[in-house]
């Protein structure tokens, strides 16, 4: 390993870095190090199972004067489905279900909320933008 191109700047045509590139032989040296700055300023994000057997009972237990709807739309950025269950890659993922006819979803593509509230002779749609990072 030579100490002047042990670390390497990578730059676009303007002189901007855009990125580094360590010495393979360095490397063992700083992995830790740099995977552990990757995690505090990039945390992944923990994945939260769908409820899907609580929108499974709702869809068995349906008593409501209006066919069941599995079509999804966001108001705020406009992503839409007729089946958000089939859609590859999925657009929304289910995040609350209950009997009582409450189903929320998530919008993958601008995180927004998509919650629909199931009353005996109607369904309230509402679309909340996801909130501002901190």
Same mark, same amino acid.
């Given at each position: 390993?030579?100490?002047?191109?042990? &670390?390497?700047?990578?730059?676009?045509?303007?002189?901007?870095?855009?990125g580094?590139? &360590?010495? !393979?032989a360095?490397?063992?040296?700083?992995?830790?190090?740099?995977l552990?700055?990757?995690?505090?300023l990039?945390?992944?994000?923990?994945?939260i199972? !769908?409820?899907l057997?609580?929108y !499974?009972l709702?869809q068995?237990?349906?008593?409501?004067r209006?066919p069941?709807?599995?079509?999804?739309?966001c108001?705020t950025?406009?992503?839409a489905?007729?089946n958000?269950?089939?859609? !590859?890659p999925?657009k929304f993922?289910?995040r609350?279900?209950?009997l009582?006819g409450?189903v929320?979803?998530?919008?993958?593509a601008?995180?927004?909320r &998509?919650t629909?509230?199931?009353?005996?002779?109607?369904?309230?749609i509402t679309c909340?933008? =996801?909130? =501002?990072?901190?």
């Amino acid at each position: 390993m030579d100490r002047a191109s042990a &670390i390497r700047y990578l730059v676009d045509a303007q002189g901007n870095r855009q990125g580094v590139l &360590i010495d !393979e032989a360095l490397w063992p040296y700083v992995e830790r190090a740099v995977l552990a700055a990757l995690e505090r300023l990039c945390p992944q994000e923990r994945v939260i199972p !769908e409820p899907l057997a609580d929108y !499974e009972l709702l869809q068995k237990n349906w008593d409501f004067r209006y066919p069941f709807c599995e079509a999804v739309e966001c108001a705020t950025c406009g992503a839409a489905t007729e089946n958000w269950r089939r859609d !590859e890659p999925r657009k929304f993922v289910l995040r609350a279900a209950n009997l009582g006819g409450l189903v929320a979803y998530q919008c993958l593509a601008c995180k927004s909320r &998509i919650t629909r509230r199931h009353f005996k002779d109607k369904v309230s749609i509402t679309c909340s933008p =996801p909130c =501002p990072e901190r």
